[in-house]
């Protein structure tokens, strides 16, 4: 999976060349909560042709630099949501933060590291994976009035389990949820198809793109996908370099 560490430089190339500090950088965008809702940023790393995991999972497009700006990223944010299918294959452990981010989230009046927010309609969740058994605060589970009781109880020891009506989690409900929590920021870490239901509901605000300097073919799936088109048009707000990758920030118009 794409995990905390550290880069030497990265390089803004728009809106003006210069250095950037990418903690800096994302601790000092706007993120205005839309309405009655959190602001929601979506954070992917893909290949050139489109690829968003390479051998099943993401972590081998990515690199030292790419990490840094993952961990940015999640540095800002108050609620990780990712759908446990994602979870589950880049073997997802609790949220982390270095010292120094740690610092900065309480001064800005924010738990000192991110909650984890998984999406499932099953509860297909292992209790024993560390993302509930090391985590700081018990992630956030939200599901459906159709999840399977037996599963309910052995996840709510160590989660705090939502339940969001039937059929499937909707995108309007889980931000409900959360804007009633008073969260501000929302990141959204995948997979695709949850990523495409966000997108259908209208409800992502950036998209925080990595391009990985490499073309990988196969069949893995694009950053979103959806049974109907959501077209929606965004502003190029910064394009940055390091290890020839490039991380592309964009916002909603």
């Known amino acids: ?3 905390t560490g550290t880069v030497l430089a990265v390089r803004q190339l728009l809106p003006e060349p210069s250095e950037v500090d990418p ?14 809702r959190p602001w929601v940023l979506l954070n992917m790393v893909a290949s050139v042709d489109g690829a968003t995991a390479l051998d099943g999972v993401s972590g081998g497009l990515g690199g030292p630099a790419d990490k840094a700006v993952f961990a940015a990223i999640r540095a800002v944010v108050d609620v990780i949501v990712v759908a446990a299918g994602t979870a589950r294959a880049e073997r997802y452990g609790p949220p982390r933060t270095s010292p120094a981010n740690q610092a900065a989230r ?18 297909d969740l292992d209790p024993a994976s560390s993302m509930f058994t090391e985590a ?51 990141g959204l870490e995948g997979g695709p198809s949850l990523n495409g239901q ?3 509901a209208g409800a992502v605000d950036e998209v925080n ?15 979103a996908h ?8 965004l502003r190029l707000a910064h394009v940055w370099e390091a290890e020839d990758l490039l991380f592309c920030r964009y916002v909603r118009r």
């Open 198 to 200: 966000f997108l259908e």
């Open 209 to 223: 793109l990595s391009l990985a300097p490499m073309v990988v073919a196969g069949s893995s799936a694009r950053v």
């Open 23 to 36: 903690a800096a950088a994302h601790a000092a965008a706007q993120r205005p909560a839309p309405g009655d």
């Open 1 to 3: 999976a794409r995990a």
């Open 106 to 123: 309480l001064a800005r009046g924010q738990q000192a590291y991110p909650r984890l927010a998984l999406v499932t309609g099953s509860l």
């Open 226 to 233: 959806a049974e109907h088109e959501a077209a929606r048009s």
């Open 136 to 186: 700081p605060e018990p992630p956030l589970v939200f599901t459906t009035d159709d999840a399977a009781a037996e599963r309910r109880a052995r996840l709510e020891p160590l989660a705090e389990v939502v339940s969001l009506g039937a059929g499937r989690v909707r995108p309007e409900d889980l931000l409900a949820h959360l804007a009633d929590r008073g969260v501000g920021v929302v």
